[in-house]
């Protein structure tokens, strides 16, 4: 036998003998919450288990390295009487980032100074997601258009500079569609390739394969029309598996068109579980190893896991957050009002 037919038929053999996955059955979670005063938190950075990040309303941006032991928190304000409301954060290895949402939008860097590395003003100008590519010097915020096209901005130095994508390269937004600013996780990245979740008019996704060079934008069936409907979060398990969901913000208690899959990158998308719980959420995150299989959503109604890639769903918890990061295949750090939370699934 020639020797690469060997190797091809060995590889088969191997991959023939692998046992297939076999997703958890997860039938509650332990939830340890701690209170934090005055601060609405929907944007979160989970680093490990005894380290989170989180940025929130009224300028509050804080941290624990010790599993909630402890705790550093701070306010900061702009100009002396502005106090910033953060729904936007992300964290590389110089440095935490922070973004406003409203007028003026105010993008912070926090190391050793409290450096404004970006602002905008504009009666428009609303941003609510923000998220760096894996080398950390690239990275990404979306916002609401100020024009015909959806607020962009970039950086290519690791967030001391950022620009603003132009309309004539964008994709064309219909008036009345724009973004929400629910938990920080309607941008995905996997790659070079980012996903961005659109709502209100339309629900739609952008894509972009060169970190934000070019795009595409693609239809979704998830329900659309008016200002509170459409995708809040996204995310990817792979380059082709992902999932969004989110709904009517005014009607929590719906669960049509709400969730949808996609097998091919997002360039189509199926309509799962529909009039089906879980209803409306504004967080969803694929388990870490679970294969895509495995996923757990938020929202103010509560906690509910699948482990069939989203055909059917369990409710954990009723306890009201707005964000979810997992840190492993266990453990995941929440956000909410007044509170940051550590999840355990059981």
């Not at 804080?62 to 954060?89: C, L």
């Not at 603003?164 to 070079?192: H, M, Q, R, V, Y």
């Not at 097998?263 to 579980?273: F, Q, R």
């Amino acid at each position: 036998m020639k020797p690469y037919l060997t190797i091809i038929l060995l590889t088969l053999i191997f991959f023939s003998c692998q046992p297939e996955y076999t997703p958890r059955v997860i039938n509650k979670v332990e939830i340890e919450t701690f209170k934090i005063e005055n601060s609405s938190i929907r944007a979160i950075v989970g680093i490990d288990e005894e380290t989170v990040y989180f940025a929130g309303s009224n300028g509050t941006l804080g941290n624990t390295k010790d599993a909630g032991k402890t705790w550093s928190i701070e306010t900061i304000s702009y100009q002396d009487s502005i106090q910033p409301h953060f729904r936007s954060m992300a964290k590389t290895k110089d440095g935490v980032f922070a973004l406003s949402i409203a007028n003026p939008a105010l993008l912070y860097k926090i190391n050793d100074a409290k450096k404004i590395v970006y602002t905008e003003n504009h009666e428009k100008v609303f941003y609510d997601s923000m998220h760096f590519f894996e080398n950390e010097k690239d990275g990404i915020a979306v916002g609401d258009p100020t024009e015909n096209c959806p607020s962009i901005i970039i950086t290519n130095d690791g967030g001391n500079s950022w620009t603003k994508i132009p309309c004539s390269e964008l994709p064309k937004f219909e008036d009345g569609e724009a973004f929400f600013a629910a938990s920080n996780t309607n941008i995905e990245i996997l790659g070079n390739t980012v996903w961005i979740g659109s709502g209100g008019k339309k629900a739609r996704i952008l894509k972009s394969t060169d970190k934000g060079k070019s795009w595409e934008i693609y239809t979704t069936p998830v329900i659309q029309g008016n200002g509170p409907q459409g995708i809040y979060s996204i995310d990817f398990y792979d380059e082709n598996t992902g999932i969004v969901i989110g709904g009517d913000y005014s009607k929590p208690e719906d669960n049509c068109r709400n969730k949808a899959i996609t097998n091919d990158g997002g360039k189509t998308w199926t309509v799962i579980a529909d009039n089906e719980n879980p209803n409306y959420k504004s967080c969803v995150q694929f388990v870490p190893g679970g294969k895509g299989k495995e996923i757990v959503t938020v929202g103010k109604t509560g906690i509910s896991y699948s482990n069939d890639g989203g055909t059917t769903w369990k409710e954990l918890s009723k306890e009201s957050f707005y964000s979810i990061q997992f840190v492993n295949n266990t453990t995941a750090w929440l956000s909410g009002n007044e509170k940051i939370a550590r999840l355990k699934l059981m």
